[in-house]
């Protein structure tokens, strides 16, 4: 499985694969590291957090909403084009067409888990169909502890 997270030590941006060879995640840059213990993984599914040890997490399409808004724009500017050469036929099939392609990159996209507290995502694993959808009442809980905890340490800096 493929892991992308936020290193914990430098911050950065990070990387890693956790295969049976290198059971282990780390971070290229400064070369931080966290093994992966026995009852991390079970069935190649992440049972924790192998980043920050959470017990939370939550299964998410890997699709960037960011990438679905694009097509869809796409689609509405060809289609504002063909509707300003006269041709609505074409204007609303390619507004269609774009609307049907943004559903099915969307259903063909496998799944990822997503931490709730260090929001690391876990790529290519194989069985996620027991893995619970995002709760909000979860999520809730971990952006409060994530507020405490930068309310503590901004209290001991000063
Ligand atoms: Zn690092
Ligand atoms: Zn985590």
Redesign the pocket.
Same mark, same amino acid.
């Given at each position: 499985m493929f892991i992308s997270f936020d290193?914990? +030590? !430098?911050? +950065?941006p990070?990387r890693g694969e956790a295969t049976a060879a290198s059971r282990g995640v780390m !971070?290229?840059? !400064?070369?931080?590291t966290k093994p992966v213990v026995e009852g991390d993984v079970r069935d190649e599914t992440p049972t924790r957090c192998l980043v920050c040890g959470c017990g939370d997490l939550w299964r998410q399409k890997d699709f960037s909403p960011k990438v679905g808004v694009t097509i869809v724009a796409i689609g509405v500017a060809i289609s504002t084009w063909f509707m300003m050469q006269m041709q609505p036929e074409w204007s609303l099939g390619t507004l269609m067409a774009f609307a049907l392609a943004d559903m099915v990159m969307y259903a063909v996209m496998r799944d990822c888990l997503v931490c709730y507290r260090c929001h690391a995502r876990y790529r290519g694993i194989p069985r996620l169909d027991q893995v619970a959808a995002f709760d909000l009442e979860v999520n809730e809980r971990y952006r409060q502890e994530a507020i405490r905890l930068k309310q503590a340490e901004s209290g001991k800096v000063i």
């Amino acid at each position: 499985m493929f892991i992308s997270f936020d290193c914990p +030590k !430098c911050l +950065k941006p990070a990387r890693g694969e956790a295969t049976a060879a290198s059971r282990g995640v780390m !971070c290229t840059d !400064c070369g931080w590291t966290k093994p992966v213990v026995e009852g991390d993984v079970r069935d190649e599914t992440p049972t924790r957090c192998l980043v920050c040890g959470c017990g939370d997490l939550w299964r998410q399409k890997d699709f960037s909403p960011k990438v679905g808004v694009t097509i869809v724009a796409i689609g509405v500017a060809i289609s504002t084009w063909f509707m300003m050469q006269m041709q609505p036929e074409w204007s609303l099939g390619t507004l269609m067409a774009f609307a049907l392609a943004d559903m099915v990159m969307y259903a063909v996209m496998r799944d990822c888990l997503v931490c709730y507290r260090c929001h690391a995502r876990y790529r290519g694993i194989p069985r996620l169909d027991q893995v619970a959808a995002f709760d909000l009442e979860v999520n809730e809980r971990y952006r409060q502890e994530a507020i405490r905890l930068k309310q503590a340490e901004s209290g001991k800096v000063i």
